[in-house]
């Protein structure tokens, strides 16, 4: 179902893809059901069974657990954040750059949603953006296309690369420029990310020490809140570094789990779970690939 509109140059606001996705349901001849909460799904002869909070069960041939990876906001034990005295929030929680106008916030991350979040605040307040290394931008527009045309076209988003590396590569900030210009300015001034803190300061490696309202935290979420798998009493949990994909075979028939990219942060296996997070982009791919999308050859052959 293609989303409506023929602005394709823009991210759509949040209510028009609450009605697409309404819209979307609406056409599905499904059995919708919102608001149970699945404990556990065990073996039931050759089948699945679901079973709810409160009771209720279901059976199916298979079960796919699309949990998602944005309902468990992660905060990180950062170095000296419990000493912090100031604010701290994740920013699932943050909403407007309102209510620290004219204050000093820190953003943690260096992600799309770390480097988007600290340029809107640097309009009303002095924002640092703390990362653990340099913010990786890539050209959100090539030849005049939007990078998602480019990456649809020549089949990259949906190349199984992720098989090919032993750890997703780190995924790059979308920038149509302003990002950039934002940083070189220093409007959020980049910094390393601190090492400690002393009630509403936050200490740097180098012994800088520097006083913050607050710390928004742009991390990653959680792993997906996969059911109890169906052999075993225990829920799935993923393993390895943060941002990269576990997997596990299903134990039984029908068994799936899905991530939210499958090129290349996931090794296409039969079932795997992904601590990675996503903001807006079509996968996590390293510059070089970026590039080839651009080779004379393939503008060609997407032209005619």
Not at 112 to 131: D, F, H, K, P
Request: some cysteine; hydrophobic content about 40%; glycine content about 10%.
């Amino acid at each position: 179902m293609p989303f409506p509109g023929a602005d394709g140059d823009r991210y759509p606001h949040r209510d028009e893809v609450v009605a697409y996705l309404t819209a979307y349901a609406d056409r599905l001849d499904a059995d919708i059901r919102t608001a149970q909460r699945v404990s556990s799904v065990r073996r039931a002869g050759s089948a699945c069974e679901v079973v709810l909070e409160g009771g209720g069960r279901l059976r199916a041939r298979a079960v796919i657990a699309a949990s998602g990876t944005f309902g468990r906001p992660h905060r990180p034990a950062l170095p000296g954040l419990a000493e912090f005295t100031g604010q701290v929030l994740h920013a699932a929680e943050y909403r407007s750059p309102v209510p620290f106008t004219g204050r000093r916030p820190a953003v943690v991350g260096a992600g799309n949603s770390a480097v988007q979040i600290a340029a809107e605040l640097a309009g009303t307040a002095r924002v640092m953006l703390a990362t653990r290394g340099p913010v990786q931008c890539a050209a959100q527009r090539i030849l005049g296309r939007d990078l998602h045309f480019w990456t649809a076209r020549t089949g990259l988003d949906t190349t199984p690369l992720g098989r090919l590396l032993r750890r997703p590569p780190r995924q790059p900030v979308l920038d149509d420029g302003r990002y950039r210009t934002a940083l070189a300015a220093g409007r959020p001034d980049r910094r390393p990310l601190f090492t400690g803190a002393d009630g509403a300061e936050l200490i740097w490696p180098d012994g800088q020490r520097q006083e913050v309202d607050a710390v928004v935290l742009a991390t990653a979420a959680t792993a997906p809140t996969c059911p109890t798998s169906p052999t075993s009493a225990a829920p799935w949990t993923p393993t390895g570094a943060p941002g990269t994909a576990s997997a596990c075979l299903p134990r039984c028939r029908g068994w799936r789990s899905s991530v939210w990219n499958g090129s290349a942060t996931s090794r296409r296996t039969r079932c795997a779970v992904s601590a990675g997070t996503r903001s807006g982009s079509p996968g996590a791919w390293p510059p070089v690939l970026y590039a080839v999308t651009a080779l004379p050859r393939l503008v060609r052959r997407v032209s005619t």
